[in-house]
């Protein structure tokens, strides 16, 4: 019986420490993905200050752009 608990107990263990291992790897894309997502604001936030009246749509933009990343 003991060994039974025993071998439950340290695959719970492995279990746990993979979960956090996958969490802090999670937690760190976030971050990532946040600090871009802010920088792409930033980017065009100064666009638009510096086109100045002018409008800034989908059509303002290069057509050759190309996304970095994709979900």
Do not use: P
Request: net charge negative.
């Amino acid at each position: 019986m003991s060994r039974d608990y025993k071998s439950v107990c340290e695959e719970l263990d492995a279990l746990t420490v993979s979960y956090l291992s996958i969490l802090e790897e999670y937690r760190e894309q976030w971050k990532e993905s946040s600090r871009e997502l802010e920088e792409g604001f930033l980017e065009l936030a100064h666009a638009k200050y510096t086109m100045g009246t002018k409008v800034i749509s989908q059509y303002s933009y290069d057509t050759r752009m190309k996304a970095n990343l994709e979900v």
